[in-house]
């Protein structure tokens, strides 16, 4: 496996010059035409990067996401795990972290941590898809996508809360 690991780029490569040079097409020429085309998208998308880190930073470094979670409490949700609930559709990394903390504070076969690994898993970062490749592509009415991500992501997160506790 670390053998195909290593050689699985460069044989692709390989493939689709020998594939270019067959079908006669000016392989650097369109090389350097996806540079350029990749360079001025990651130009379109940087202040949609830049607003959503400095969004994250701010929402993690002003400790919100623990106040909220000292005002809510549900029953049967564990409430260390409200905040990567939280966290998990603005920021992965952001996520990651929070349950990296609880994985070493709880252990990894505890019950809040067995969940907040299911969640983690289990949902995706709807605003930050939503905020970037959205906006890379200038679609500007966002409102329908939003609401079904969130929802998927708390049915995701429901779920996820239910099969753990049941398993």
């Known amino acids: ?33 996806g540079v350029k085309e990749g360079l001025n998208l990651s130009l379109e998308i ?3 990067i830049f607003a959503m880190v400095i969004a994250v930073t701010v929402l993690v470094k002003s400790n919100l996401i623990l106040d909220i ?20 559709p603005i920021s ?9 903390s609880i994985l070493s504070r709880y252990g990894p076969d505890s019950m809040v941590s ?9 949902t995706d970062t709807t605003i930050y898809i939503i905020g970037l490749y959205f906006a890379s592509i ?11 991500g969130l929802l998927a992501d708390l049915a995701c997160i429901i779920i996820s809360i239910i099969i753990v506790k049941i398993l």
Request: proline content about 6%; cysteine-free; overall charge positive.
């Open 1 to 33: 496996m670390i053998i195909i690991s290593k050689i699985i780029i460069p044989i692709v490569t390989l493939i689709v010059i020998i594939y270019g040079l067959y079908k006669k097409v000016p392989i650097y020429d369109e090389f350097i035409n």
């Open 46 to 48: 940087f202040p949609s």
């Open 69 to 88: 979670t000292k005002l809510i409490n549900f029953k049967y949700f564990p409430k260390e795990v409200l905040p990567i609930a939280i966290l998990r």
């Open 92 to 100: 992965s990394s952001s996520s990651l972290m929070l349950l990296n």
């Open 114 to 122: 067995k969940i907040a690994s299911v969640i983690t898993g289990s």
């Open 138 to 148: 200038k679609i500007k009415k966002i409102k329908h996508s939003l609401i079904v």
